[in-house]
């Protein structure tokens, strides 16, 4: 009898092509100019559910769709699956040093180049690729799945939030997969139980009514990129750890026995040395690498501007310079009240010569930890041994799944964070990839993943 | 009779005229993308001074060309006076803040607005229909006249300084004037006898291969803003004094005569307010706001960049951020070591997790500081007396003139600052303008000087 994996084999070629169809379109759900965009990567996955055998939907929001499909078929005493994933993607430009442009997604050395190819149109492809290799060849499903897709995962996901919060009965499962993550080795497949979350802020200085000139005006004008600069500054001590009174109050503290087990898959300064190229390592000397990343709280300028950076010299005192900050969170650390402590701090040593506004659009993230003491994550397990070939370890992650706290919160379903990407693969950076090998092992894993939760 | 004055009011409107369509050519010599427009702006002037009656020519150099013109019919016993002025603008966008269009002059409220007006064509352009009035009058000139215009003010100027060291005979004169300063009222003219020099220098921190994402890495990864921030805070000490260590060594300290002469027009706090806008004044603390501009040096931040700033956000460790810095400078500080000075501190002070380069690919320009002692000066006075309706006070400014040093040092020449335009004109930033009566009185007091020179 031919198998779900046979199928899969057979139909490799055909499934990447359709993906490439997908990643084509520049769904940028930061920038909204780009709303049609996302609009027309929501079509195009709900057509492709619908087109192997699910129910699917396309439901308008405020600003992106949702995209939610079911195939219910195993009846209502059967074991229900969700799976959640996103259509949006970071921006990209190739003039940020892509090799090849970013939304024109090519294969060459084993990978699949282009934005969206790991986060998360890739990853997310292997489930309903899964799906249909099952429904083709056994004419159903061993369980019953749900999928919500959503278009805002990249910039605040307010929408499905609310979503979530509205139709918790429809989005009811036994389980939620995500995945979004990613493994250091191909070998080494991971399960994350915990995410930071992320919060943002931009602060804009500003000083004379506009730009003046240097010579005319320099040194008698407290210059608004200096001050910025020297604001900056002091958000850091020198140990490493964020200045800011009052940043670690909440933070759940590791215990030895989850530094012990972590331990056991360090991320080592030379492999960190390998992703990052940077000259070395940087932060809380009092923690491991892995464990500044996936267990520490951060202060991170994600942006910076003010005056002049064109060609030649302008010489200018600038009239304003800004900076886009976002904190990273672990549990339990709430993003309002993070805002507003690094707030009251910056007002606090803002000097009299210059001053200081703030804008903070989009509502925070907090971290997600998941429980480990559920039945899901040995069928996730065993998952990973029969469709990957390699028992998992588990990890801290130090991104953020925005609806991870939702699902568990709201929706009261152990979630199991089950990555097909290696951490190399430059999400959100360019020349974004995915290993085509890792694309076809993900298929196969979350066919046995439905398989497994059936059994259970 | 009919007078030059007379000639000079009668076209007024006309001179004019011709001034917008010179102002019409963005001539910015900063970006190389400009070069063409630089050329016909050149072209537009030696034009015009054939047409006045001077002769005039183009002289290509490597990068934008210089244009002289002379009338020496006043024979070789006669006086000659050089005029200085340059064709090239700083750049200018409407987005920057501009009520009109840059480089669509227009007059309103008195004024003319657009790039170019104050600094430096409508004050340059005031001396050539000086020139025209009186050949159109009188058929000669009281003295001989050389124009030296130059295309790279803005960026260098390091093509006329070649120039003036290689043909300092076709330049020779008994004085050189320069209109392109400023004063605080038009009832107050001033002449300024001691300018600052300026070097510039670039800064580049890198950190990571490329941007990362800041959930994956971020805490574990110096943030090259964060370091660039870093740096330039420690580029200043609290009371607002540079603290590069030698900066100040060599600079030529006020004499207490020269405060006390200076202080008969001091730059209130009022004014300052008036002028710059911003909350309050700052630096050293040990000097009053027109001596910190004019008598001390300064390191200004005239623009910083690094990571995203579109919309939305992007949540990245950015792989580098730099920043542009300009050293305005005072005598007898050299260019060259103060750069040295400002890149071995920066290098002293840069963290092992990033990395620091430099670009410093224009030359600086020492300060100028111009001998009072002379009797051009006393022409100077009474120019400005007889053709401005009032008598000048002297002052320091501290804006740069690159080729006032080479004036004074190669040509041996006494340099006239003879300034027709406000230091509220904004010239550098966003709606530059000129009044029309200082256009007007500028073309007098330029006559005037002419004929002063001739009865010396």
Chains 1, 2 share one sequence.
Not at 301 to 320: D, F, L, R, S, T
């Amino acid at each position: 009898m031919r198998t779900a994996g046979d199928y899969a084999q057979d139909n490799a070629e055909r499934f990447r092509t359709e993906l490439h169809e997908w990643l084509r379109i520049p769904s940028i759900s930061t920038d909204a100019n780009y709303a049609a965009e996302c609009r027309r990567a929501a079509d195009w996955v709900a057509d492709n559910l619908n087109g192997i055998g699910m129910e699917a939907e396309v439901i308008p929001t405020k600003r992106h769709p949702l995209v939610y499909a079911e195939w219910l078929g195993a009846g209502p005493d059967a074991k229900t699956v969700l799976i959640y994933g996103h259509y949006d993607v970071q921006p990209a430009v190739k003039e940020d040093g892509w090799a090849t442009e970013p939304f024109e997604p090519i294969e060459r050395e084993g990978k699949m180049w282009g934005r969206g190819t790991t986060d998360d149109k890739g990853q997310l492809f292997a489930h309903i690729k899964a799906v249909e290799s099952l429904l083709k060849t056994e004419g159903k499903l061993p369980v019953n799945v749900k999928f919500i897709i959503e278009g805002e995962e990249e910039s605040g996901g307010e929408n499905i939030e609310k979503y979530v919060h509205e139709h918790p009965e429809k989005l009811a499962a036994n389980v939620c997969v995500i995945s979004d993550g990613s493994m250091a080795r191909v070998e080494q497949p991971v399960i994350v139980y915990a995410l930071r979350g992320i919060v943002p802020l931009e602060v804009t200085v500003t000083g004379p009514k506009q730009d003046l000139h240097s010579g005319m005006f320099g040194g008698s004008v407290h210059n608004p990129l200096q001050a910025l600069a020297e604001i900056i500054a002091r958000l850091h001590k020198e140990d490493g750890t964020v200045a800011v009174p009052g940043f670690y109050d909440d933070v759940r503290e590791l215990s030895e026995e989850e530094r012990t087990a972590l331990a056991k898959t360090p991320y080592t300064p030379e492999d960190w040395q390998a992703d990052t190229g940077a000259p070395e390592p940087w932060g809380e000397a009092d923690f491991a690498i892995h464990e500044r990343i996936g267990a520490r709280p951060t202060l991170e300028i994600n942006g910076m501007a003010g005056g002049y950076w064109g060609n030649g010299i302008k010489a200018i005192v600038p009239e304003k310079a800004w900076a886009k900050i976002t904190c990273r969170l672990v549990a339990d650390q709430d993003p309002a009240k993070i805002v507003q402590l690094v707030k009251d701090y910056i007002e606090s040593i803002t000097p009299s010569t210059v001053k200081v506004t703030f804008k903070s659009t989009v509502t925070g993230t907090a971290a997600a930890q998941v429980d480990m003491d559920t039945p899901m994550m040995q069928a996730a397990i065993e998952a990973y041994k029969k469709g990957w070939g390699a028992e998992p370890v588990f990890k801290r992650e130090g991104g953020s799944i925005p609806i991870v706290s939702d699902f568990l919160g709201v929706l009261k379903q152990p979630v199991i964070l089950m990555g097909f990407g290696l951490n190399t693969d430059n999400l959100h950076g360019p020349n974004e990839h995915l290993r085509i090998d890792m694309f076809h092992k993900g298929i196969n894993t979350s066919v046995q993943f439905l398989r497994e939760v059936a059994v259970l």
